[in-house]
């Protein structure tokens, strides 16, 4: 089945500054990958998601890239607040017959430092 | 917005006792889905729904849980001999339909804590 890496595990930084996340996924049949953010003790909010036929998909400080070949897409936010201070999951999905379940990565801490 | 419900928000609940956990998922939604997380680590899936059977299963999904839909809103999901391992978070999820990739909602989960 489908695996999902993410790293790293925990990132810290400076309102205003960027923060990157980035996942890894197995197998190539996937084609759908959504970003949720977690608050402590809420709901998985999707955030942006993006389909194998784009490379990348931007919406106002958060951006999402995919490298199809190299099998790997990442989450950029931009002049982070401290608000976006959460956990992140990045998930894929194959279509194909079947529920197309979504397969998670194991988070990211986001800690933005006002 | 149209939101999925969970109820309750919180179940504790004495080892080896059965527990059901509800979900009334968007109303025009087809597929339902239950996710869990264990403290601190990634959602996992456990089962997904649509046309009143069950679609898919994960490892996780043994003979004891089972869902239900058992009338045109709710979906429920029972653990019938709970162990201690149980303990989680458990989300509901819907989609409108699968074949476009439209996101999956999830509902703000229950919290299941086995004593």
């Known amino acids: 089945g489908e695996n999902v890496e993410q790293h790293p595990s925990t990132l810290s930084v400076q309102e205003g500054d960027s923060a990157v996340i980035k996942c890894t996924y197995s197998?190539?049949?996937?084609?759908?990958f959504p970003w949720y953010k977690q608050e402590l003790g809420k709901r998985p909010q999707l955030i942006i998601d993006?389909?194998?036929?784009?490379g990348e998909k931007k919406d106002q400080r958060i951006a999402v890239t995919l490298n199809k070949t190299a099998k790997h897409f990442s989450l950029h936010i931009t002049e982070t607040q401290p608000e976006d201070s959460a956990v992140y999951f990045c998930a894929a999905s194959i279509t194909g017959a079947g529920s197309y379940q979504l397969t998670f990565g194991k988070g990211t801490k986001l800690s933005v430092i006002p | 917005e149209p939101e999925v419900t969970q109820t309750p928000s919180h179940q504790v609940t004495q080892m080896g006792q059965e527990v059901i956990l509800r979900c009334v998922p968007i109303s025009n939604h087809l597929y339902f889905y239950w996710y869990r997380q264990i403290l601190g680590q990634k959602v996992e899936f456990l089962v997904s729904?649509?046309?009143?059977?069950?679609?898919?299963k994960s490892e996780i999904f043994d003979d004891q849980f089972s869902v239900e839909r058992p009338d045109g809103s709710n979906f429920t999901l029972k653990i019938r001999s709970t162990k201690l391992e149980d303990s989680a978070m458990y989300f509901c999820?819907?989609?409108?339909?699968?074949?476009?990739?439209?996101?999956?909602?999830f509902g703000d989960g229950t919290r299941l804590s086995i004593l």
């Open positions: 999820a819907s989609r409108e339909r699968a074949w476009d990739n439209q996101p999956q909602h």
């Open positions: 993006i389909r194998s036929n784009v």
């Open positions: 729904f649509y046309n009143n059977e069950i679609s898919e």
């Open positions: 197998d190539s049949a996937s084609n759908y």
